[in-house]
């Protein structure tokens, strides 16, 4: 069946410093995979996306690179900002369907 | 993309009434989601809402605890019924975006408090 596992969080990380959350999947087919971000008290906002494999999506300064090989869709920034913190999920969509990660919290502090 | 808009935004409701949540979009669609996120959980998909049919529903979730209407192409709404503290989460409704490559586009969320 389809799945995503994601790194369980909370992650707490000072300002500027370098964030991974990882994501691995489990899939039948060819899916597509996003990362979407919850901000406080708001809903899910699609952040990046990638539809095959070694697609890159990008943005705000995140970026996640689809590796078939390694069924990984890591989330990386290379420096956090405060404005950062939320709860980010991975997912993956295949079919009719949308599957989602358990959610990694990331708090950042200045 | 689809803008999707919510109401209520957030409610708190006695235990044993209902509650009916409005999901509006701003362009025709086939299919509306209906989500539920419960305090610091992943999101758990109700049901698939299809214009002019029954809703599906996952496992776990009935058709009496959370009957969906979805009159037209833009406009669905979710009411959770008999409500118990149980009840309390944020529900979601999202629609997928098929002119492009395959994701969904979610709406702010009504969060529901049962006291």
């Known amino acids: 069946g389809n799945s995503v596992t994601q790194m369980e969080g909370p992650v707490t990380l000072s300002e500027e410093a370098f964030l991974t959350i990882n994501c691995t999947y489990t899939?039948?087919?060819?899916?597509?995979l996003f990362w979407y971000v919850q901000y406080p008290g708001e809903g899910l906002q699609l952040l990046l996306k990638?539809?095959?494999?070694?697609d890159k999506g990008s943005n705000k300064g995140f970026e996640a690179t689809y590796r078939k090989e390694t069924t990984s869709f890591h989330l990386e920034k290379g420096s956090v900002q405060v404005s950062d913190s939320a709860v980010y999920f991975c997912?993956?969509?295949?079919?009719?369907?949308?599957?989602f990660g358990t959610g990694t919290s990331l708090t950042v502090i200045p | 993309s689809a803008v999707i808009s919510q109401k209520p935004s957030r409610d708190i409701c006695q235990r044993g009434t209902s509650l009916t949540i409005q999901c509006q979009v701003d362009s025709q669609v086939t299919m509306m989601f209906w989500y539920r996120q419960q305090p610091g959980q992943s999101l758990t998909l109700i049901a698939t809402a299809n214009q002019g049919s029954e809703a599906t529903y996952e496992s776990g979730f009935v058709i009496d605890k959370f009957p969906i209407s979805r009159p037209n192409l833009t406009f669905s709404t979710l009411t959770v019924s008999n409500m118990s503290p149980e009840d309390s989460s944020i529900y979601l409704c999202?629609?997928?975006?098929?002119?492009?490559?395959?994701?969904?586009?979610f709406g702010p969320g009504t969060r529901l408090t049962v006291t």
């Open positions: 990638a539809t095959k494999a070694d």
């Open positions: 999202s629609v997928e975006d098929r002119a492009g490559p395959y994701e969904q586009y």
């Open positions: 997912a993956l969509s295949a079919g009719n369907q949308f599957y």
């Open positions: 899939a039948t087919g060819y899916p597509s």
